[in-house]
Nanobody, 121 residues
């Protein structure tokens, strides 16, 4: 499974941004997609995840109510809509895929390249 993430950029606090993650290859095995982020000097963390089969989401407390994860089965693409962005959301964002729905990073064997999101105050 290959993944490509798109959509990062420089925005101001309060703005919105949508990230996309296009999957290809043996996507029929995928039932979990996660978005992770890594801020400078910090460990990579899970932001949100979705069960591909039924769209069930999980959100970290830090983004609950501001971020929305979704997927388009026909396009094999996942999305992360980020609203009310804060400077502390600044990070490299990665999408990842798994054969299971999980909130644990080790359960994700397939990773896309990161896309940088910078939120200025």
């Amino acid at each position: 499974v290959q993944l490509q993430a798109f959509g990062g950029g420089l925005v101001q606090a309060g703005d919105s941004l949508r990230l996309s993650c296009v999957t290809s290859g043996r996507t029929f095995n995928v039932d979990g997609m996660g978005w992770f982020r890594q801020a400078p000097g910090k460990e990579r963390e899970l932001v949100t995840a979705i069960r591909w089969s039924d769209g069930s989401p999980f959100y970290a407390d830090s983004v609950e109510g501001r971020f929305t994860i979704s997927r388009d089965n026909a396009e094999n693409t996942g999305y992360l809509q980020m609203n009310s962005l804060k400077p502390e959301d600044t990070a490299v964002y990665y999408c990842a895929a798994s054969s299971i729905f999980s909130v644990r990073m080790p359960d994700y064997p397939y990773w896309g390249q990161g896309t940088l999101v910078t939120v200025s105050s």
